[in-house]
């Protein structure tokens, strides 16, 4: 598959960076910290606050002052469970947050290899389920909730939204770009296809799995969601993939699942795309046209969390 031409302009400006398994985790997250320049303006919002919610930090972003209720998303940033944070995802969720319409709220989970397997799934629920009950000391409107993120962040958005189900009130949508469904192993052709020369390498998923799972099972669902036996009664999905992926083939292949499972699924592919090109808002254009998408979509489920999204 050939490579866009945004997404070829990022792969040379990252060219020759080191294996992450060759550095300190330390050096990995100054690393990507430097590469917050390349995520894009960061477009105004009514207002940002740094506070936290059942003990795990967030950032908050309010698009408008609203005096009632508004609806509201949490997003769980990628980088492998290992790297990444608020900053890199900063102009990410702002633009989502303006687009649907709603409070964003990013949260800043724990990392491993300091905090392995379950602490980031344990943030992410603990953060979504003071949300959804009226908790958060925010100005929600519990009834319209969703949840996204992307990579490591789309998998513990998909394993919310698994450990969620049915419980009232319900999550009215899910977002998950890229995700990492199945942890317990590298067998689709999109992982050989794309195991070397489009940023995220075979290598560097090994590195990230071994960091997160720990000494857990990784076919454990909650690690695994794909995995699940079970994935009826789920919110309303939105799956966006990227078309030069190792995780290409186990996000859409997550996607036909939930739909085939009777749940409500719009999957779509940005070809010629590379991991992680949702945050390279700056040199690849899809990543503004993909956080736009994200943004209308939840817009969609909060205006009518019980309509059919088409199945593209």
Not at 55 to 68: D, H, K, N, T
Request: charged content about 20%.
């Amino acid at each position: 598959m050939t490579v866009h031409p945004d997404a070829r302009k990022f792969l040379d400006i990252v060219a020759g960076a080191p294996p992450l398994d060759t550095q300190t985790v330390e050096q990995n997250r100054a690393d990507l910290a430097e590469a917050v320049s390349l995520t894009g303006e960061r477009q105004p919002v009514s207002s940002v606050e740094d506070i936290e919610i059942a003990g795990v930090p967030v950032r908050v972003y309010r698009p408008f002052e609203a005096s009632s209720p508004a609806p509201a998303f949490l997003y769980f940033h990628g980088g492998g469970w290992t790297i990444g944070d608020l900053e890199l995802a900063d102009s990410t969720v702002r633009d989502i947050s303006i687009a649907a319409e709603a409070i964003g709220i990013s949260v800043d989970y724990r990392l491993a290899p300091e905090n392995p397997f379950p602490a980031a799934l344990d943030d992410a629920l603990a953060v979504t389920t003071a949300v959804l009950k009226g908790e958060s000391g925010l100005n929600i409107d519990v009834n319209h909730v969703g949840v996204a993120g992307d990579s490591a962040g789309g998998n513990l958005a998909a394993v919310v939204a698994q450990q969620l189900r049915g419980q009232e009130p319900r999550l009215a949508h899910q977002a998950l770009v890229y995700p990492a469904t199945d942890l317990s192993g590298l067998r689709t052709s999109s992982h050989s296809e794309f195991a070397e020369g489009h940023f995220l390498t075979a290598r560097d998923l090994q590195y990230f799995y071994a960091n997160y799972v720990g000494k857990a099972d990784a076919t454990d669902p909650r690690l695994s969601p794909a995995l699940n036996a079970d994935l009826t009664d789920l919110p309303p999905a939105t799956v966006i993939t990227a078309g030069c992926d190792p995780l290409r083939d186990e996000g859409e292949s997550y996607a036909r699942a939930m739909s085939e499972a009777d749940n409500t699924v719009t999957s779509v592919r940005f070809t010629g795309q590379v991991h992680p090109f949702l945050f390279i808002g700056g040199v690849i254009e899809d990543a503004n046209v993909a956080r736009r998408l994200i943004g209308t979509q939840l817009r969609a489920s909060f205006s009518n969390p019980a309509a059919k999204l088409s199945e593209r």
